[in-house]
């Protein structure tokens, strides 16, 4: 099969979640023996390169970030240049990744209207929320507020901005991937159609699980809690410091922050030093999969405490692969990946009682860490590989084919 993956950026120019996703399956599908072509956009100088994967184009598509709200909808100059490339490759089927930046909405028009199938992943919350739904009030509520949206983006707010994405969508799309129950269910109350959950995978043989110390080992280091995400209030990063604040001194881990944020870094480590944990946290900056094994290596327990509708984190299934114990956020896709009680603990982060409580528990208990690590990874072999994520995906590319 031949497919045409469009995203606004591809690895390595994309750091985040949806990037990884994206090559991951596309290194799936070229194993398989299907010829993919990637057209991503970049803020430098246009290129062509094959890489292991795919042939990858980069389009030059820079514009003033204030513009957003507008030009991620339709972006005149991209447009043509994305159809050239699909007349080109002629694919059997379009996947588009995150287009909401600088191909836009936009290109699934011009993929359809060349006859081509086209099957959307959505992400992230961006196609019903400019703000990633982080006005959001429990793991139930799922629609934005224009208002809380108008005094975040102010004179950058378009109020047009979902509707005209929405039929964008409905009217040019095929098949819509939501990577968890939570996002299927936020684009549905939003008035998206064609959709059904696909859960992202890992190859669980690249993050190997490693046995932790036995509880007589004699090993006297503070347990090391790992948060593995960008940087930013919205991960849970102070709420975990609230929490391992209630903490008795002499039981409190050091606190590893596996992630960057230039910007935000500077306030997470004065907050840090307002509780007097200065000393118990290290920030890693970001870091390639190689050494996010080790730093799973080394990991007591990893924390994925969100403050927002996290739709799906990776750390959640790449812990758990490794064998270790996650505290996951009870907002979001957290409670369709860890299994409480089971495969660790789902906490509302806000509630910092129940939230060093399950810290506790886990710290002080090495045998229970190694229960639930070793359950955890039974259930991503179970349900989160990226085999299983590739099957699922390559049916929904038949079913949007058949329907042409």
Same mark, same amino acid.
């Given at each position: ?238 709420? @975990?410091?609230?929490?391992? #604040?209630? !903490?008795?001194?002499?039981? /409190?881990?050091? *606190?590893?922050?596996?992630? $960057?944020?230039? &910007?935000?870094?500077?306030? @997470?480590?004065?907050?840090? #030093?307002? !509780?007097?944990?200065?000393? /118990?946290?290290? *920030?890693?900056?970001?870091? $390639?999969?190689? &050494? ?113």
């Amino acid at each position: 099969m031949r497919i045409a993956v469009l995203i606004d950026f591809y690895p390595p120019e994309n750091r985040g979640g949806a990037g990884i996703v994206a090559q991951r399956l596309n290194r799936h599908f070229a194993d398989e023996g299907h010829e993919i072509l990637v057209v991503a956009s970049t803020n430098g100088e246009p290129s062509t390169e094959q890489v292991e994967e795919a042939e990858v184009v980069r389009l030059a598509l820079d514009y003033p970030e204030r513009f957003r709200n507008y030009r991620g909808i339709q972006n005149p100059p991209a447009l043509p240049l994305v159809g050239e490339q699909l007349r080109r490759f002629r694919p059997d089927v379009v996947h588009a990744h995150n287009v909401h930046h600088h191909l836009s909405f936009g290109a699934l028009g011009v993929a359809d209207e060349l006859g081509f199938p086209v099957v959307l992943t959505s992400h992230d919350y961006l196609m019903v929320c400019c703000g990633r739904l982080t006005c959001a009030t429990g793991p139930t509520d799922l629609k934005p507020r224009q208002l809380h949206c108008l005094a975040q983006q102010r004179f950058r707010y378009n109020p047009l901005r979902r509707s005209r994405i929405r039929r964008l969508v409905n009217r040019h799309v095929d098949r819509v991937l939501a990577i968890s129950d939570v996002m299927h269910r936020a684009l549905a109350l939003n008035g998206f159609h064609f959709l059904e959950t696909v859960h992202n995978g890992i190859d669980p043989f690249t993050w190997p699980a490693n046995d932790p110390a036995p509880a007589d080992s004699g090993n006297t280091e503070a347990p090391l809690v790992v948060l593995p995400a960008r940087l930013s209030a919205e991960k849970g990063t102070e709420r @975990l410091l609230d929490a391992v #604040a209630l !903490l008795p001194t002499p039981e /409190r881990p050091c *606190i590893l922050f596996a992630g $960057d944020n230039p &910007r935000y870094q500077p306030a @997470l480590e004065a907050y840090a #030093a307002h !509780l007097g944990l200065g000393d /118990r946290i290290e *920030i890693s900056g970001w870091v $390639d999969q190689a &050494r996010m094994v080790e730093i799973f290596r080394s990991a007591d327990i990893v924390v994925t405490p969100s403050t927002y509708p996290d739709p799906f984190n990776l750390g959640n299934i790449e812990a758990m692969a490794s064998a270790r114990p996650v505290i996951a956020s009870a907002f979001g896709g957290g409670p369709e990946i860890v299994r409480d009680g089971e495969t660790g603990y789902v906490v509302d982060p806000n509630d910092t009682p129940l939230f060093a409580r399950r810290l506790a528990a886990l710290l002080g208990d090495p045998d229970l860490r190694a229960t639930m690590g070793a359950a955890g990874r039974r259930r991503v072999l179970e349900s989160f590989t990226l085999a299983r994520q590739a099957g699922a995906v390559m049916a929904a590319y038949e079913r949007a084919i058949a329907a042409r």
